[in-house]
């Protein structure tokens, strides 16, 4: 069965303190990893696409990295504006997604 | 640049009333989705389209129904609402199927059932 696990569910940051939400996925045939953010009230807004092991995109605070079995989300620095929660889904055949439960992000100042 | 929009934005219904979520989309998008989001679990998809024409069925299709009116818009239905139904529904839109392309969010339709 195709399965998506984010660790932690919640993560509490101080401004500035840098930190990784982590996704790991078991899915047949892999065809991308994306992470989203999502705000209160808001639908998923897309973030990046990672294609393949080794493969790393920055925006901002934020850079995504994969692995065979996992991506990670770190971010750097980050400020009260980042606090979101963050979503990762494996791309399967067919365009069809596979959503992890998420990752609650706060960040005091 | 509107995206992708979804009406109503929030519906309160009883049980066994029927229902249904319009979704459209300016992208000129070929494929379409709709998902459901509970506490807890990820987004899982209920229905998706292809293309123009076309609908298949996602993870939990059980007691809904879709409608691919023309490109822009895909319709959900609920024939008879249950309260397990409650949730917050969402519709995306994506470029080709099968060229990976990142799917599009609106902002979803929070629908209770009591």
């Known amino acids: 069965e195709d399965q998506v696990t984010q660790s932690p569910e919640a993560l509490r940051l101080q401004e500035g303190e840098s930190s990784s939400l982590n996704c790991s996925y078991t899915v047949s045939g892999l065809r991308g990893l994306f992470w989203y953010r999502q705000d209160p009230g808001k639908g998923p807004e897309f973030l990046f696409t990672?294609?393949?092991a080794g493969e790393e995109k920055e925006k901002e605070r934020l850079k995504a990295t994969l692995t065979k079995k996992e991506s990670f989300l770190h971010i750097t620095a980050p400020k009260p504006e980042d606090s979101a929660t963050y979503l990762c889904?494996?791309?399967?055949?067919?365009?069809?997604?596979?959503f992890g439960a998420g990752t609650i992000l706060r960040v005091k100042s | 640049n509107a995206g992708v929009t979804q009406t109503p934005k929030f519906q309160v219904l009883k049980t066994g009333q029927s229902m249904t979520l319009q979704c459209a989309q300016d992208m000129n998008h070929n494929s379409m989705y709709w998902y459901r989001q509970d506490p807890g679990m990820g987004l899982r998809l209920i229905y998706y389209s292809a293309s123009e024409g076309t609908t298949d069925k996602g993870e939990v299709p059980n007691g809904y129904n879709v409608s691919r009116l023309n490109k822009r818009e895909f319709s959900l239905r609920l024939e008879s609402a249950a309260p397990s139904q409650t949730s917050v529904y969402f519709c995306?839109?994506?470029?080709?199927?099968?060229?990976?392309?990142?799917?599009?969010f609106g902002d979803g339709t929070r629908l209770s059932i009591l």
């Open positions: 995306a839109s994506s470029g080709r199927t099968g060229n990976n392309q990142p799917q599009h």
């Open positions: 990672l294609y393949s």
């Open positions: 889904a494996a791309s399967l055949y067919g365009n069809k997604l596979v």
